[in-house]
């Protein structure tokens, strides 16, 4: 069974930084691309970064310059480097990791809570 779970997130002052990881355990982590999301309060749920298997990756354009995505394959683990953090990047931040060749494949972790305030 496919298991995801991510951590790193809490309370930080605007321009500062977090770093967000998700583990995936129980499956080929390196055949997943990976993908963050976020969901404010009232709001629906948007993709923010996304990494396929081969590294490539793309960015909503509110984060491009500020967020990095990477993925450490030894260790089934894609991160979520976020800098010059803004009050609007609070949400809860969810990983989704979605099989390359079958969609149906596809997982979601409980979300991690980011609070961007002074």
């Known amino acids: 069974q496919v298991r995801i779970v991510e951590s790193g997130g809490g309370l930080v002052q605007p321009g500062g930084s977090l770093r967000l990881s998700c583990a995936a355990s129980?499956?080929?982590?390196?055949?997943?691309?990976m993908r963050w999301y976020r969901q404010a309060p009232g709001k629906q749920r948007e993709l923010v970064a996304s990494?396929?298997?081969?590294?490539?990756?793309n960015y909503a354009d509110s984060v491009k310059g500020r967020f990095t995505i990477s993925r450490d394959n030894a260790k089934n683990t894609v991160y979520l480097q976020m800098n010059s953090l803004k009050p609007e990047d609070t949400a809860v931040y969810f990983c989704?990791?979605?099989?390359?060749?079958?969609?149906?494949?596809?997982?979601w972790g409980q979300g991690t809570q980011v609070t961007v305030s002074s």
């Open positions: 989704n990791a979605r099989h390359i060749a079958i969609t149906t494949f596809d997982f």
């Open positions: 129980g499956t080929i982590f390196s055949i997943y691309a």
């Open positions: 990494i396929g298997n081969g590294g490539l990756t």
